[in-house]
């Protein structure tokens, strides 16, 4: 925490992100509140990795935090862990958005390197077009780490927009 905090005071780029995604952030039910996570400027959105549907103690866990000058208008839809996908679905209303969006339908995903990518992505898919149907006059962003796992098999019309490396040569989702 200490790294992002100096990255928030220091680095605009940081701070005047609107979302910033996390993914593997190792929290689980133990660690309470939000102090531990607190970011100044920003809303904290987490979910925690659930031993008794993950079947797993250690890694997973989602964190997105909202810019409180791009929106302060924000409700978490649904969260989701299971042994193959983690997922947090959030709505946010901005300030200011185009016309043609009533709000921004965020949904940050992990899917573990061992998981089934079939069940993932189907699971994934469903949620989302669920997401859609529930919310028609916002904009879906799908972040977070997909592993190998490829959504567009799924969900044609989406589309990877990062192409550049982002974790030294690996391009992370």
């Not at 039910?29 to 531990?36: E, F, K, L, R, W």
């Not at 796992?149 to 192409?163: C, D, G, I, S, T």
């Given at each position: ?23 593997e ?36 866990g989602?964190?997105l935090?909202i ?15 299971d ?7 959030i ?8 016309r043609?969006?009533?709000?921004f ?57 990062v192409?550049c ?9």
């Amino acid at each position: 925490m200490d790294e992002i905090h100096l990255l928030n005071r220091w680095n605009s780029d940081f701070y005047n992100s609107a979302v910033l995604c996390f993914t593997e952030t190792w929290l689980n039910p133990q660690i309470h509140g939000d102090n531990t996570i607190y970011i100044p400027g920003f809303q904290t959105f987490r979910s925690d990795r659930i031993e008794e549907t993950a079947g797993k103690t250690k890694g997973g866990g989602l964190c997105l935090y909202i810019n409180n000058s791009w929106s302060q208008d924000v409700t978490i839809i649904y969260k989701f862990c299971d042994e193959n996908l983690e997922s947090l679905h959030i709505n946010c209303k901005p300030f200011y958005s185009p016309r043609e969006f009533s709000s921004f339908l965020l949904i940050a995903v992990y899917v573990p390197p061992q998981a089934c990518v079939k069940k993932a992505l189907r699971t994934l898919a469903d949620q989302i077009m669920e997401a859609e149907a529930k919310h028609p006059g916002s904009l879906p962003i799908i972040l977070g780490d997909f592993n190998q796992a490829n959504l567009r098999k799924e969900l044609p019309k989406y589309f990877q927009h990062v192409n550049c490396p982002t974790r030294g040569k690996n391009t992370l989702d």
